[in-house]
C-alpha cells in the first residue's frame, strides 16, 4: 500500500487572485519612520489621518462605568444597539433636519466594514465600480477583495476635485455603482446639496448604485457639510466615529441604507461579524453628546490648517485646493519631483518631516502629489513648517 502522507501534491494551492491587492506604498514610509526612530532619529509626522487626543472623555467614562458595572459585553443584534441606532437617527434630524428612521441604520465595525458590506449587497461579483479618484485607497482593495472591478474616475484641482453629472453620464455602459466622499480624503473638498443632488440624479439616469463616505462630517472650515441622504432614500452613506470623534480604534461606523438593503446588511453582519464591538457601541452612544468637545478639535485643526496654508506659497506649492473639510492638503509637488514615494522618502532623510506619497490616493496622477495631514498638535505642525520651508526653497525645479 502506498503511503499518501509521501505524495506530493500534483499541484499545490495557490493564493487567490482577488486577494492580490495593491500594498499601500504608504507603509514603505511607514517603515522608514520606525527605522528612523529605532536609530534614534526624530520624526515629525503629518503621515496618518489619525486624531491623537484621548477619546472624548463621556464615551470613555461609558466604557469604563460599563466595565465597572460587572456588566456580560456580549453580543449586539447584528445592525447595533437600539439607542446607537436611535441616537445616529437623532444625528442626521439635529445636523441635517432630515428623518432617517433608525431601520435604516446599521452599526459596523468601523466605516472599513461598512463598505465591504455595502459592496456585497449592492453588487454581484464581476461588476465594475467607478471610484473617483484621488480617494482613499482602501476602496480599490476592498473592490477586489469581494470580486468587483474598481473603474478610476479621475477628478483635479479644475472642478476641485469634485465628481460631476457629466462625468457619469460618461462612465463606461458596464459600470454598475459610483463610490466618492464628502468631505474627501487626501482633498478635504466637499460636495454642496446641489452637487449631491446633481450626482444623485446623474447617478439615478444610469440606473447605477451610489456609495458617498461621509466619515469626515463634522469636520468642516466653513459651511456645514450636506449629506447626500437629503437627496433620495436609494444612496448608501457611509459614517463612523473615527475622524469627528477621534475614535479610530474603537472601530465603529455606519450605514445609512435604502430599505432594500436592510435585510441583506443584517444577513450578512450575522455571517460575517455577528455585530460591531459592543464596548465602543456603549462608549459611541456617550459620543453623540460631545459635540461641545469636538468642536474644540475642530477649532484646533482649522487653526492647523490656516498655517499650512499660508506656508505652502513660501514652500514654492502653488497648486492645492483648500481644504472644506477633513484634516488633509493635498499638495502638488509636480514642479520638484515624478516620484512621489522617493520625494517622501527624502523629505523624510533630510528634514525627520514625513507625509504621504500620493501614489496611494490616485493610481494615474499621484506620482506628483503629497497629502499632509494636520490633525496633530499645533506645535507638530509649526516645526514640520519651519523644518519644511528651507527644505523646499534649496530644492531644484524641475
Ligand atoms: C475617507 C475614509 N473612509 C474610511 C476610512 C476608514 O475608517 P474607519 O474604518 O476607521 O471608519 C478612512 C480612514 O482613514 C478614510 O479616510
New binding site residues.
Given amino acids: 500500500m502506498s503511503d499518501l502522507t509521501d505524495r506530493q501534491p500534483l499541484l499545490s494551492p495557490q493564493p487567490s487572485p482577488r486577494s492580490d491587492v495593491e500594498i499601500y506604498r504608504m507603509w514603505e514610509i511607514y517603515k522608514a519612520v520606525n527605522a528612523r526612530v529605532k536609530a534614534g532619529g526624530e520624526v515629525v509626522s503629518l503621515l496618518v489621518?489619525e486624531p491623537t487626543l484621548p477619546p472624548p472623555a463621556r464615551a470613555a467614562e461609558a466604557a469604563i462605568r460599563a466595565l465597572s458595572d460587572g456588566r456580560t459585553i456580549g453580543y449586539t443584534e447584528a445592525l447595533g444597539m437600539t439607542r446607537l441606532r436611535e441616537g445616529i437617527a437623532q444625528l442626521y434630524r439635529q445636523r441635517h433636519e432630515l428623518d432617517i428612521p433608525a431601520r435604516r441604520i446599521a452599526v459596523t465595525t468601523?466605516?472599513?466594514s461598512g463598505?465591504m458590506l455595502a459592496f456585497m449587497a449592492a453588487f454581484e461579483a464581476g461588476q465594475t465600480v467607478a471610484v473617483a479618484e484621488p480617494?482613499?485607497p482602501?476602496y480599490r482593495g476592498a473592490l477586489k477583495a469581494v470580486n468587483l472591478v474598481p473603474h478610476r474616475l479621475g477628478t483635479d484641482a479644475s472642478t476641485g476635485y469634485r465628481v460631476t453629472p457629466a462625468m457619469i453620464d460618461a462612465l463606461p455602459a458596464q459600470v454598475a455603482g459610483l463610490v466618492i466622499?464628502s468631505p474627501?480624503?487626501p482633498t478635504g473638498t466637499m460636495l454642496d446639496a446641489a452637487d449631491l443632488h446633481g450626482i444623485v440624479a446623474a447617478c439615478r439616469r444610469r440606473g447605477l448604485w451610489l456609495i458617498v463616505?461621509e466619515?469626515?462630517h463634522g469636520v468642516g472650515y466653513g459651511r456645514p457639510a450636506a449629506t447626500a441622504l437629503a437627496a433620495g432614500d436609494d444612496v448608501i452613506v457611509?459614517n463612523?466615529f473615527?475622524?469627528y470623534w477621534g475614535m479610530?480604534g474603537w472601530?465603529i461606523?455606519w450605514l445609512a441604507l435604502p430599505d432594500r438593503l436592510v435585510q441583506r446588511v443584517e444577513a450578512l453582519t450575522g455571517s460575517l461579524q455577528i455585530s460591531a464591538p459592543t464596548l465602543s457601541q456603549i462608549a459611541a452612544i456617550a459620543a453623540l453628546d460631545c459635540d461641545d468637545e469636538m468642536r474644540a478639535r475642530v477649532a484646533a485643526y482649522a487653526r492647523n490648517r490656516d498655517a499650512l496654508l499660508a506656508a505652502l506659497p513660501r514652500f514654492g506649492i502653488d497648486n492645492f485646493a483648500p481644504p472644506d473639510g477633513a484634516f488633509y492638503l493635498y499638495a502638488d509637488v509636480g514642479g520638484f519631483t515624478d516620484d512621489s514615494v522617493a520625494f517622501c522618502r527624502r523629505m523624510l532623510d533630510e528634514t525627520g518631516v514625513v507625509a504621504a506619497p500620493g501614489v496611494d490616493f490616485d493610481t494615474a496622477q499621484g506620482h506628483r502629489f503629497i497629502r499632509l495631514s494636520f490633525c496633530m498638535d499645533a506645535a507638530v505642525i509649526d516645526e514640520a513648517i519651519r523644518r519644511l520651508e528651507p527644505w523646499f526653497r534649496a530644492q531644484n525645479r524641475r
Avoid: E, Q, V, W
Fill in positions: 489621518g468601523g466605516t472599513s463598505f480617494s482613499y482602501a466622499a474627501a480624503n463616505d466619515l469626515y457611509i463612523g473615527s475622524k479610530t472601530r461606523g
